[in-house]
């Protein structure tokens, strides 16, 4: 059931259409990571939910409640910022306990509720200490309580993890999730990195052109994108994208490459004769030095050992190709040019029409 639901939101900045009738229903409980590039109004549908921002147009309503007429204060939302806006003159126990504090709540259960938020998020050793001197990731983690503390049915994050270390943001995909789920509350989280929205959303919705291109588990987003851009904004290293034609040929169906042909290993006869743009995650190409019958001939060019994967950069005549496979030390060793084949995994290609970009 919809906890959360937003139809037709618009938004404007003089000529500049940020939010364009986006429609958007999210379950209680869960982590909806909000996916898009600078400027793609991420924010802004932060700010609209929590009542810092009036729409141009449409309704938001939270467990069935119309927020049109509520002020942020009595929405039940919390909301974190990416430059953790604390109070310099405060200690990290009165940041915390500042939204306690404005609901009267009394001192024992305010400490309590302080001491325990704290506990969760492994600060408690810093709580006497100002705004000053706590590191990047202390006070990310005491922005993020004082969102907390009060338990809000709804936690707005507006990129959190933008202004901490590698090493942090690392430690923190792998904490977030458990924290969410401790704290029972409804996520809405933005990013503009796909690492971050594919380890922490339930579901990750893509904003672009004011609207939701696609909402969809990590694993639905990764394999099954609705257009080229979705397919391209999420992987490292990118996806493969080649403008074919496939053509029916003894065997199936097969495409051209650098002059050379290809064959396609899943039959998608529906697209003979049709341009297109074949889409290949680099760990769907296969590389071999062994000749393979419809094999693209390729030359190994370039080796990149990443983490416990290596990459490799094929060449077919003029075309680059990105494969990776787990990690091979031998073939990371290698700095000469290899001649080789490359083929697709079954059941892996993508297939985008060459104008719209929707997936066919």
């Known amino acids: ?11 404007a ?10 429609d958007l ?30 729409p141009d147009a449409g309704t938001l309503r939270l467990d069935g409640r119309d927020l049109s007429e509520q002020g942020p204060e009595s929405r039940g939302v919390a909301m974190a910022f990416q430059n953790f806006a604390l109070y310099p003159h405060l200690s990290a126990f009165e940041n915390i ?6 609901r009267g709540l009394d001192e024992d259960t305010l400490r309590q509720r302080v001491q ?7 600060i408690e050793h810093v709580l006497t200490h100002l705004p000053r001197q706590l590191s990047n990731g202390q006070k990310q983690r005491t922005s993020l309580a004082r969102s907390l503390v009060h338990k809000p049915p709804v936690l707005l994050l507006d990129d959190p993890l933008r202004n901490v270390d590698a ?21 809405l989280y933005v990013t503009q990195d796909y690492r971050e929205a594919l380890a922490l959303g339930d579901r990750i919705g893509v904003l672009e052109g004011g609207r939701f291109q696609q909402i969809d588990t990590p694993a639905g987003i990764y394999r099954n994108p609705r257009t080229r851009q979705v397919a391209r904004l999420f992987g490292d290293p990118p996806i493969n994208l080649f403008e074919v034609t496939p053509q029916r040929v003894a065997g199936g169906m097969a495409v051209e490459i650098a002059g050379q042909p290809l064959l396609l290993p899943d039959s998608r006869t529906d697209l003979a004769g049709q341009p297109c743009v074949l889409g290949v995650r680099p760990e769907d190409v296969i590389f071999s030095t062994a000749p393979e019958a419809g094999a693209l001939p390729v030359a190994l060019e370039a080796v990149m050992p990443i983490n416990v994967r290596t990459v490799t950069l094929l060449k077919a005549g003029s075309v680059e190709i990105l494969a990776s496979r787990p990690e091979d030390p031998e073939l990371a060793a290698t700095r000469e040019r290899v001649p080789g084949f ?11 029409d060459r104008a719209t970009g929707a997936r066919l």
Not at 1 to 11: A, C, H, R, T
Not at 25 to 45: M, N, P
């Open 1 to 11: 059931m919809s906890y959360l639901q937003i139809s037709g939101l618009s938004k």
């Open 13 to 22: 900045f003089g000529k500049k259409q940020v939010l364009d009738g986006l």
């Open 25 to 54: 229903d999210v379950r209680r409980g869960e982590c909806l990571v909000v996916f898009g590039g600078s400027g793609s109004g991420k924010t802004t549908l932060l700010r609209h939910i929590a009542g810092l921002m009036a």
């Open 97 to 102: 306990a500042s939204p306690l504090r404005a």
């Open 116 to 122: 325990e938020t704290a506990r969760l998020l492994k």
């Open 167 to 187: 090493k942090l943001r690392f430690e923190m995909r792998l904490e977030f999730p458990k924290l969410f789920k401790a704290s029972g509350a409804t996520v």
């Open 342 to 352: 490359a083929r697709l995994a079954p059941g892996r290609s993508l297939f985008f």
